[in-house]
């Protein structure tokens, strides 16, 4: 298989973790975000939106979106598990996981940031937006997670919940936001950070980092 990312998307260091997880080796192709390389023609041919991560599996099927990866990858890998078992709890799960990668993520990507300054704010109102974005959401985490058993964001092991905050979380420190106010937040990352998958999907451990 090849997973086609660049080393900071936070989209692409999700899927990353769930095959770390998972125990699959992937030949990894990076694209420059800020250099436009996934602009490229042969690039799109791939993936029309024109994003990462795209999984090239190998059949030469290609899938797109991270949570629709991550899901693929659960359902054809299944141990260990990224989902409870029990529905209200799937639910849960998945609501938390899109709560950041369909409500937060999106909305303060270096699309949107660029888009902010074209329409003529400086890049610090770029960043005070990210950094809002990234505060509201993670506050909306906090609470969904609060009442749930840990040490990972929904009981002892973890799941496309926590797959999800750790790179939103990186996302928070890049545009300065105080993360110590997500106490049970920051007990999930703790938690997950002391397992190699998702150590080694940091992007300062991906070979394309700078």
């Given at each position: 298989m090849k997973l086609h990312g660049y080393f900071r998307s936070s989209a692409?260091?999700?899927?990353?973790?769930?095959?770390?997880?998972?125990?699959?080796?992937?030949?990894h192709v990076s694209h420059h975000l800020r250099h436009g390389e996934q602009r490229d023609p042969a690039y799109l041919a791939l993936n029309p939106q024109g994003l990462v991560p795209t999984l090239v599996l190998d059949d030469g099927?290609?899938?797109?979106?991270?949570?629709?990866?991550?899901?693929?990858?659960?359902?054809?890998?299944?141990?260990?598990?990224?989902?409870?078992?029990?529905?209200?709890?799937?639910?849960?799960?998945r609501a938390f996981a899109q709560a950041i990668a369909c409500d937060t993520h999106p909305v303060q990507n270096l699309k949107v940031l660029n888009r902010l300054r074209e329409l003529g704010h400086?890049?610090?109102?770029?960043?005070?937006?990210?950094?809002?974005?990234?505060v509201d959401g993670l506050s909306a985490c906090?609470?969904?997670?609060?009442?749930?058993?840990?040490?990972?964001?929904?009981?002892?092991?973890?799941?496309?919940?926590?797959?999800?905050?750790?790179p939103q979380l990186g996302n928070a420190r890049r545009f300065k936001v105080d993360v110590a106010q997500f106490p049970r937040l920051l007990q999930a990352e703790g938690a997950a950070m002391e397992l190699a998958a998702f150590r080694d999907a940091t992007p300062g451990r991906q070979a394309d980092a700078e």
């Open positions: 692409a260091w999700r899927v990353r973790i769930a095959l770390n997880l998972k125990g699959l080796a992937v030949e099927a290609v899938l797109t979106q991270s949570l629709a990866i991550i899901e693929w990858l659960d359902e054809t890998h299944p141990e260990p598990a990224l989902l409870p078992k029990a529905p209200v709890e799937r639910a849960k799960v400086d890049g610090d109102a770029a960043l005070a937006w990210a950094a809002s974005v990234n906090e609470q969904l997670a609060a009442n749930n058993p840990g040490p990972f964001c929904f009981g002892a092991q973890p799941s496309l919940a926590d797959i999800c905050l750790v």
